[in-house]
T-cell receptor, first 116, second 112 residues
């Protein structure tokens, strides 16, 4: 079965600093990979996705992520963090389990705090 | 309305009550999902519906009963809940054959 590990529970960065959130997955084939962001009391918003092709993907709000097959990783990056980026970030892997059933498996999330 | 909507946004209920959560998607998707999000736990997939048919029940207790009357609407009927069922319940939809899921804002449920 697939799994997702986000090793950092909580990260604090200063506004304007660069950011990297780590994500490792376990799956036998090339999965679909996603990063979502969740503000307090809200649902999840898709930041970016990887299905195939270019391993560096661009998302919304200035985020990007790089798929590294050899490391089973899909780390999220942003060159300069804004205070509004403070939220919880979830990495997910998408798998077609059986005909007609497609599921996302999520990591436990990384909470990002931003110091003004 | 656009995207995925959920009502109510907040719900407080006693253990003997019966209530329902509603989800509606305006995206033309074929698959809909219920997730449970508790503090300090990863999102737990509860149910999957594809073209109105339930394709996944992730060992969810029978006190949670889903209903999908059409591809745009999904309900979660609740009865005889326990305090540990207090959580944020998220609904999502997807085109059905893969890709990203689009989430609603969630219903914050508190069971007293």
């Amino acid at each position: 079965a697939q799994s997702v590990t986000q090793p950092d529970i909580h990260i604090t960065v200063s506004e304007g600093a660069s950011l990297e959130l780590r994500c490792n997955y376990s799956y036998g084939a090339t999965p679909y990979l996603f990063w979502y962001v969740q503000s307090p009391g809200q649902g999840l918003q898709l930041l970016l996705k990887y299905f195939s092709g270019d391993t560096l993907v661009q998302g919304i709000k200035g985020f990007e992520a790089e798929f590294k097959r050899s490391q089973s990783s899909f780390n999220l990056r942003k060159p300069s963090v804004h205070w509004s980026d403070a939220a919880e970030y979830f990495c997910a892997v998408g798998v077609n389990d059986r005909a007609g059933s497609y599921q996302l498996t999520f990591g436990k999330g990384t909470k990002l705090s931003v110091i003004p | 309305e656009t995207g995925v909507t959920q009502t109510p946004r907040h719900l407080v209920m006693g253990m003997t009550n019966k209530k329902s959560l509603k989800c509606e998607q305006h995206l033309g998707h074929n698959a809909m999902y219920w997730y449970k999000q508790s503090a300090k736990k990863p999102l737990e997939l509860m149910f999957v519906y594809n073209f109105k048919e339930q394709t996944e029940n992730n060992s969810v207790p029978s006190r949670f009963s889903p209903e999908c009357p059409n591809s745009s609407h999904l309900f979660l009927h609740l009865h005889t809940l326990q305090p540990e069922d207090s959580a944020l319940y998220l609904c999502a939809s997807s085109p059905g054959t893969g890709g990203e899921q689009f989430f609603g804002p969630g219903t914050r449920l508190t069971v007293l």
